[in-house]
């Protein structure tokens, strides 16, 4: 069977979602040995002119430039995979939408702030389609093995739309809340095992909200503990900022 | 060859961490132009901490880098504890030491074999290395993922830890986990000795220039990494909350990352830098690894950053199972593990103020300075990358070794240049947060 051609780029990102791959070992080259890898320009020389069977996105766009640039991958490729929150949510780089584009560029670069190409950033199914989705800060390895299996094969992967605390409670923790803290499991897509709160920490909402968040249930939880709603909306805005601008949801 | 004319653009330079270019313009013999710019697309970090909770710090910061987020977590927490005078405890500083042990080998473990090693083997990337070369690319992954084990054993995972937060760490290896640990480091050895003796056998390129070398320096034993003053190898030495007095801080036209300079037009940090400086405090096996490579202070070749690296990661191996065993013998105290979220519950005493954190990150001292009101809001915040100081230095270096190597085709000339801007390890990401060379010959 010919391998299917497979490139990553990256856009406004920490790119640790690529060294998410680096991480999985020898377990790579088997990876490897299933696909074509054309592109990648973090650890490759070699650059590809044709067409892709599977491109990897990674990053927020924040650039007209990247706005042209993603586009065009768009047209070179049979399939399109958002790979990380950055690239399915926006992340951590949506916060700059809820500042003024003229004010933030000048607290960080003063007086040369004009020089500085930026627009509100978006998710990259807010400028192209999208076929796949790999939500997560960084990306799960288990979830980036099971979507890279179902783009190969052809079939649709689906995201889970049940809140991480369903995972959580599974995994018997304590929940955060009863510990004296404000989480986002509640209303944050499950399909990380709830790795976080696992690790004793809470969840930041790094893979975008439930589509049916049961509001009425949150704001109970939030009102037992005296927790300000302004508080969890700015915990929200840390990766959802731009669910705003998506339409349909 | 004192009538040639040659173009260079190289854009997005491959095998570095995020988007740079390079650009060189060479008329009539004589060097013109010679820019490395970083057109990383800019992402604001330090704007965005402002009006949020000094908790939230960490937790943000640690997502401006993939490869160094345990390093900018530890600078973030740094600056965060000196802001609201919070002392950690010994465990906790012990437990920091070793995350940031792995942090580094892990990284330069990147670095040597699958974006440098590459330059001196004369292939374009890893992936042709799978088939000349499997055993070292196995070698390659398997210690890297090491490094990710113990990492997701300690913090919960690498790329951006979960558990290593303001205060300490919401949970602490117990017992079993300290065995496996200490299993895997023990087991990472005759990985490392193999390591020495490939990169001991490839010649890396001679370049001389001699420049600032910039460091945490301190006066206890061992080799500086978490906590310091900054020294220079001019004589400068400060305290970490003085920083922009070291960096002093430039914007220039092509790059979206800022410069540094101190006593120079330029200063140099990292391995190199630290090795220049604190060499003399190696001992037992990264002293002979330094033997091995040759290197001896004061290095003035920046090419032999990955050798200086390769030193240190030996230092940091075994530095960590030193840190895994004595905390073996003592016992960790598991009572210590807190849930701090958004400090909703006051456990930790919070004031206005305003604090830094210095950090010897796998390529160079990274600074993070936060001011905070009484409740623990973020008022302004400053992020200082390794990458943005080395810049201007790589310039530097450019400009003396291109009219050294004229004589040579263009093809060689990009390559040397590609990789003398690798020799830094530039994380791009981290700068702009960078790379471009494009070679048009008249």
Request: aromatic content about 6%; some cysteine.
């Amino acid at each position: 069977m010919k391998r299917p051609k497979v490139a990553f780029f990256d856009f406004a990102c920490c790119e640790g979602c690529q060294l998410q791959i680096a991480n999985m070992g020898e377990k790579l080259l088997d990876i490897l040995d299933s696909i074509e890898v054309v592109e990648f320009r973090e650890i490759m020389s070699e650059k590809w002119d044709q067409s892709y069977d599977i491109a990897i996105i990674e990053g927020s766009i924040t650039t007209n430039h990247a706005v042209e640039l993603i586009k065009e991958i768009r047209r070179r490729s049979k399939v399109i995979i958002a790979y990380g929150s950055c690239a399915t949510i926006a992340g951590v780089n949506g916060m700059k939408n809820s500042y003024k584009l003229d004010e933030i560029r000048k607290y960080v670069y003063g007086d040369k702030a004009s020089e500085f190409d930026t627009i509100p950033t978006m998710p990259v199914h807010q400028v192209i389609h999208v076929d796949y989705f790999i939500h997560n800060c960084p990306v799960y390895p288990p979830e980036v093995i099971e979507v890279l299996k179902a783009a190969l094969a052809g079939l649709p992967y689906h995201v889970s739309d049940k809140a991480v605390c369903v995972e959580c409670k599974l995994n018997e923790n304590i929940c955060m809340y009863d510990r004296g803290t404000t989480c986002l499991g509640p209303i944050t897509r499950s399909g990380c095992n709830s790795w976080c709160i696992n690790n004793g920490n809470i969840c930041y909402g790094c893979r975008g909200m439930v589509s049916n968040p049961n509001k009425n249930g949150f704001r109970e939880v939030l009102d037992g503990y005296d927790i300000s709603l302004d508080l969890i909306i700015k915990k929200m805005d840390m990766y959802n900022k731009c669910r705003e601008n998506d339409r349909n949801e | 060859m004192s009538e040639k004319n040659i173009k260079i653009k190289v854009e997005y330079l491959t095998r570095v961490e995020g988007h740079g270019n390079i650009v060189v313009d060479i008329a009539d013999g004589r060097l013109e132009k010679c820019e490395l710019n970083i057109v990383e697309a800019p992402r604001f970090f330090e704007g965005m901490l402002i009006g949020r909770s000094i908790f939230e710090a960490q937790h943000i910061t640690s997502r401006i880098c993939g490869i160094c987020a345990c390093g900018h977590t530890l600078a973030s927490i740094q600056a965060a504890e000196d802001a609201i005078g919070f002392n950690p405890s010994s465990q906790t500083m012990i437990l920091r030491q070793l995350l940031l042990d792995m942090e580094i080998l892990d990284s330069h473990i990147l670095h040597i074999y699958l974006l440098a090693a590459p330059d001196l083997l004369g292939v374009k990337s890893f992936i042709p290395l799978i088939d000349s070369h499997n055993s070292v690319v196995r070698r390659a992954l398997r210690m890297k993922k090491t490094c990710n084990d113990i990492c997701e054993i300690l913090v919960g995972r690498h790329v951006h830890p979960i558990s290593c937060i303001v205060g300490g760490f919401t949970k602490i290896p117990g017992e079993k986990e300290l065995d496996l640990m200490l299993s895997l480091l023990t087991g990472m050895r005759p990985d490392m000795e193999a390591t020495l003796e490939l990169i001991s056998s490839l010649p890396f390129p001679s370049f001389e220039r001699e420049t600032e070398y910039v460091a945490l320096v301190n006066d206890g034993p061992g080799y500086p990494l978490l906590e310091g003053d900054i020294g220079s190898s001019d004589g400068v030495r400060m305290d970490k909350i003085d920083y922009k007095k070291i960096t002093n801080e430039y914007i220039v036209d092509h790059s979206t990352a800022k410069r540094a300079r101190l006593s120079r037009d330029s200063y140099l940090v990292g391995a190199l830098a630290r090795y220049n400086l604190n060499g003399s405090k190696l001992s037992g096996k990264s002293l002979e690894a330094a033997r091995t490579l040759g290197l001896k202070a004061k290095i003035t070749n920046p090419y032999l950053n990955t050798a200086a690296q390769l030193v240190e990661c030996v230092e940091c191996l075994e530095d960590s199972i030193k840190i895994v065993e004595s905390l073996k013998n003592t016992g960790t105290d598991r009572s210590q593990e807190l849930v701090v979220g958004l400090n909703e519950s006051g456990i930790i005493h919070v004031r206005a103020g305003k604090g830094a954190g210095a950090v010897e990150v796998p390529r160079g001292t990274l600074f993070h300075y936060y001011e905070i009101d009484e409740k623990g809001i973020i008022i302004n915040a400053d992020c200082v990358i390794p990458t943005s100081q080395n810049t201007g230095n790589i310039e530097s270096d450019m400009r003396k070794l291109v009219p050294e190597i004229l004589d040579r085709s263009r093809e060689e000339i990009t390559l040397a240049l590609e990789m003398l801007v690798r020799a830094y390890d530039p994380c791009i990401s981290c700068s702009a947060h960078f790379l471009e060379v494009r070679f048009v010959s008249k």
